[in-house]
């Protein structure tokens, strides 16, 4: 756990402000709002855990919700702030453990992760945290990023970097490890079609690296109107699930 928290805070303490940059991820997290956008209520209290550099949190701030972002690395959080600072918008900044949320029972409208599931052989417990500090009828959501193919990280086997821990997921899963957490009404589909990021040859390429923003933005309704389809699920990068807190 050491380890893979320097990691993390090695990661995170050379990331700048992303808020701005119009790469892939910020185009995925465009589409993860829109998918967000329709399960929260006015000015919801929100709660992001693993919040890394909180580009989602902040982008739901800017639509009025009250974001609350958690990660374990205090780099993470300061990479979170210069996003928020960066838009003018408040936030919340809290370090602590996934596995011991340091919050009250029934105290969001809203908690969610993006690509943090994935990252521990058993997540159940995280997720039930998230459940407790749910209001009843709260909305959790989440994208979950398994070890599979995806046409994104095509050729990523060979390019060298530290190991990261990622475990497999399939749909039912996932839809049972959020039933076992005690939501109801779960929906998971797959998304995340996009053209590989990285190439042999050209991994410090800038020129490449802008033409394939430039080719994401320009395919970005095309990409969309792939997620949920067999096709995701074979090349997708992520599944995007949501369920509820009984009332």
């Not at 995806?150 to 190991?163: E, N, T, W």
């Not at 039912?172 to 009404?185: D, F, N, S, Y």
């Amino acid at each position: 756990m050491g380890e893979a928290r320097e990691e993390w805070a090695s990661h995170w303490r050379n990331v700048g402000i992303s808020m701005h940059e119009r790469d892939v991820y910020y185009y995925m997290d465009s589409v993860k709002l829109s998918y967000a956008r329709p399960l929260l209520r006015p000015r919801s209290r929100c709660l992001e855990v693993g919040s890394g550099s909180g580009r989602l949190s902040a982008l739901l701030a800017l639509e009025g919700h009250q974001l609350t972002c958690l990660d374990y690395t205090a780099e993470a959080l300061r990479a979170a702030r210069r996003n928020f600072d960066a838009i003018n918008m408040p936030g919340r900044f809290v370090q602590g453990d996934a596995f011991m949320l340091p919050f009250s029972i029934d105290s969001f409208d809203a908690v969610f992760s993006t690509g943090l599931l994935e990252h521990f052989r058993d997540p159940l417990p995280i997720v039930a945290g998230m459940v407790r500090v749910l209001r009843p009828g709260g909305v959790f959501f989440s994208d979950i990023v398994p070890r599979k193919f995806s046409s994104l990280r095509a050729f990523d086997f060979m390019r060298p970097g530290p190991p990261v821990f990622e475990r497999s997921f399939t749909r039912r899963e996932i839809v049972e490890l959020l039933a076992m957490a005690g939501l109801k009404r779960i929906r998971v589909f797959p998304g995340g079609v996009f053209p590989p990021l990285w190439l042999p040859l050209v991994i410090r390429s800038k020129g490449y690296r802008r033409m394939h923003s430039q080719l994401v933005r320009a395919m970005l309704p095309l990409l969309r109107r792939l997620d949920g389809t067999r096709l995701a699920e074979k090349v997708g990068f992520y599944w995007f699930c949501s369920a509820y807190k009984e009332s």
